[in-house]
Nanobody
């Protein structure tokens, strides 16, 4: 079982930065894939980033490359989404999601990592609003 708690959302002006945190609590020593998704009003949920806990491999969506980075602090069981040069279109509820790795390889991670249907644990979400 996996519990995910997001924090760090807020209101920021265009061009500003925010860092979102996802604290991961798990009952076993299994490795997990942790991802960030976002959903704006009236739009489908969009995969932003994903990270494999066993290897630290990461993947970012093309829409945020060059502006967002994903990282982790193993000691604190926290995955971060660092967002810079924020734009109005980044306004959304941001969710942290997770699933057991179950031996997933890099190829499958690359194909499925940003697919919301692949994940079975979700946080409650944190609102990010980019507005002047």
């Amino acid at each position: 079982q996996l519990q995910l708690v997001e924090s760090g959302g807020g209101v920021v002006e265009p061009g500003g930065s925010l860092r979102l945190s996802c604290v991961v609590s798990r009952l076993t020593s299994d490795h997990y894939v942790i991802a960030w998704f976002r959903q704006a009003p009236g739009k489908e949920r969009e995969g932003i980033s994903c990270l494999m806990s066993s290897s630290g491999s990461t993947r970012l969506a093309d829409s945020v490359k060059g502006r967002f980075t994903v990282s982790r602090n193993v000691a604190d069981n926290t995955v971060y989404l660092e967002m810079t040069n924020l734009k109005a279109e980044d306004t959304a509820v941001y969710y942290c999601a997770g699933r057991r790795e179950d031996g997933v390889d890099d190829r499958r991670f690359g194909i499925l990592g940003l697919n919301s249907g692949w994940y079975n644990y979700w946080g409650q979400g944190t609102q990010v609003t980019v507005s002047a």
